[in-house]
């Protein structure tokens, strides 16, 4: 086996050759017609390890025979020569300079071939369809899920995918199985309480969670886990929802859906490491939305809500204290003008459209990477004391008396407010205002007292309780640490950055041009990932910015707007299309 882990395949063989990583080793691939992409290494390898190619070489020259006409020196050449005959494909006279240039666009892009016309096949409407065959005789249909973090399981040995949570029930760390409330009612089954599933296959144990977004009549588990061999993370972790399924046989598939199992109760419990807090709003407005028709007419969500309800709005305060307000605000602003927070100074800011978001949680990754967050694991997630700077907030809407069941999601992370309630109750000033608008943390000088926290509305300081660094990046993970990133360690409070790594090398980078920045120049990590772009990040200063223009939208609208602490993140309010297309 050639695997770089020691998986299921790889445990059953009895010479392991594992090839260099993607990140050490020349290579190519086609991932479509008309793209030939080059590999280029960008790193020594870590351990003693050879490609694929290169063993493949070495064999062929002590075996001989036909295959003695391998005569390249080395992976690298015979691939360089592959790449030659392609050259001279496209009429290439001077490689040297087109193979340095293919390396540096990463490959060659020719249009793809004409797709051959498609048509239905001769009586393919007279197809008619069957009523599905169920092996087994329990009395709940179980129909597997494959997971958003881990797939089918292939992303199982990485902490990183294993700590972000599940979207929708926000588990982490484990297996579960998803039980709709009211049958969980029926059968006195509470959440946490290790159930087993039984089909004519297999069996399986998993903590229960009540999910009222699944059938009566289905139970669901996830796919991904219950490896017997998979790196340290994933060996032994679950239940491999796998094992209550038939082989598929002769069939071309796995057939996902066709199995029906009975329930059972073990008498056991096993707390569900979860990061969900209240599953409602509870009339908060932290996931706001608006029906189309509303957004049409441009309307506010709170417009949109009156106009829904009836009635109108309720001012917080009245004239007299706004007039106040005002002239506070004005002298208080005044009074910090002082030093390097004279002058205009871009503020930097965010929106987050929910109409766009689907909870995929690429978001929560890329700040893990970018920023060298530590993954804690399941013990500490447990106890709350997981350390994701960016979190995907899932809330329920409906699903009473027969009503639908709606999903929300909503991005949470540092408001990096302009009234930053965590900044006056540092004894140590380690929370502080910068002049562009951010809400700083000077690690080397926070006691770890925790008022911050205490006093930030929307829980998104996160505290090193243990040395989580040491633990998340024993060698050679210490080699994916960002270097420009601050590696925090045990009694330091930390929290979402605004990226200022990236917004202060792209300023170094600007100065050095003679130049000012523009649009664009700097993007945080999280909507550089966002693959819906529901993520716009820029100065909120720039009027021509993408996200002064996103914040305008008459959608927008702050979180816990009313406590005044003046955020700098500004999220668009879900549109609801009630008719289906």
């Not at 950055?497 to 003679?514: D, H, K, W, Y």
Request: proline content about 7%; overall charge negative; hydrophobic content about 40%.
């Amino acid at each position: 086996s050639t695997a770089l882990v020691l998986d299921e395949t790889a445990a059953m063989c009895d010479l392991l050759l594992p090839q260099s990583h993607g990140l050490e080793r020349w290579d190519d691939l086609r991932p479509r017609a008309g793209i030939q992409s080059l590999m280029q290494p960008v790193m020594e390898p870590v351990f003693d390890t050879l490609p694929t190619g290169e063993v493949l070489l070495r064999v062929a020259k002590v075996l001989g025979g036909p295959l003695a006409g391998l005569e390249a020196v080395s992976w690298d050449a015979y691939l360089k020569g592959q790449w030659q005959a392609a050259a001279r494909r496209h009429g290439v006279m001077d490689f040297p300079t087109w193979w340095v240039s293919t390396v540096a666009q990463g490959g060659i892009y020719d249009a793809a071939p004409t797709p051959t016309p498609v048509s239905l096949a001769a009586g393919a409407q007279q197809v008619v369809g069957t009523s599905p065959a169920f092996t087994g005789e329990g009395e709940f249909l179980f129909a597997p899920s494959a997971s958003p973090m881990l797939y089918d399981g292939r992303g199982a040995d990485k902490p990183w995918l294993l700590e972000n949570p599940d979207p929708v029930t926000k588990i982490t760390w484990q297996s579960w199985v998803e039980i709709h409330p009211e049958t969980a009612a029926e059968l006195d089954i509470r959440e946490g309480e290790i159930v087993r599933l039984v089909s004519a296959s297999g069996s399986i144990e998993a903590p229960a969670y009540l999910y009222p977004g699944v059938r009566r009549d289905v139970l669901s588990a996830p796919l991904g886990y219950g490896h017997t061999n998979f790196g340290d993370y994933a060996t032994g972790r679950g239940a491999n929802a796998l094992d209550l399924l038939a082989a598929p046989g002769d069939a071309a598939f796995v057939p996902y859906v066709s199995t029906r199992v009975s329930l059972e109760k073990t008498r056991r419990y096993q707390k569900v490491a979860k990061t969900e807090g209240t599953n409602r709003q509870l009339g908060r407005g932290i996931a706001e939305a608006m029906p189309l028709a509303a957004a049409q007419k441009g309307l506010t969500p709170e417009e949109a809500h009156h106009e829904e309800a009836g009635g109108g709005a309720h001012e917080i305060n009245t004239p007299r204290e706004l007039d106040a307000l005002a002239g506070f605000a004005a002298a208080q602003k005044a009074a910090t003008l002082k030093g390097n927070y004279v002058g205009d100074h871009p503020q930097w800011g965010m929106t987050i459209d929910l109409a766009k978001c689907t909870g995929c949680s690429a978001c929560v990754t890329a700040c893990y990477a970018e920023n060298n967050i530590p993954t804690v694991g399941e013990s500490e997630v447990l106890r709350g004391r997981e350390m994701s700077w960016m979190r995907i907030e899932r809330y329920y809407e409906g699903g009473d008396e027969g009503e639908p069941l709606e999903t929300r999601f909503v991005p949470m992370l540092c408001q990096h407010c302009a009234n930053a309630p965590c900044e006056p109750v540092c004894p140590v000033y380690a929370a502080y205002h910068t002049p562009d608008g951010l809400n700083g943390q000077v690690y080397n000088r926070c006691v770890g007292t925790r008022y911050c926290s205490n006093n930030c509305p929307f829980k998104v300081r996160y505290f090193n309780w243990f040395a989580y660094n040491k633990k998340a990046f024993p060698e050679p993970l210490n080699l994916q640490l960002n270097p420009d990133v601050t590696v925090r360690a045990r009694g330091v409070m930390e929290k979402c950055t605004f990226c200022v790594q990236r917004i202060r090398g792209a300023q170094n980078e600007a100065a050095l041009e003679r130049r000012a920045l523009r649009d664009g120049d700097v993007t945080s990590a999280c909507a550089q990932a966002c693959p819906s772009d529901a993520i716009i990040f820029g100065d909120r200063m720039d009027p021509a910015s993408r996200v002064a223009m996103s914040a305008a939208d008459p959608r927008g609208y702050h979180v816990f707007e009313e406590t005044n602490v003046r955020p700098s993140v500004t999220y668009l309010a879900k549109v609801l299309n009630g008719v289906e297309a």
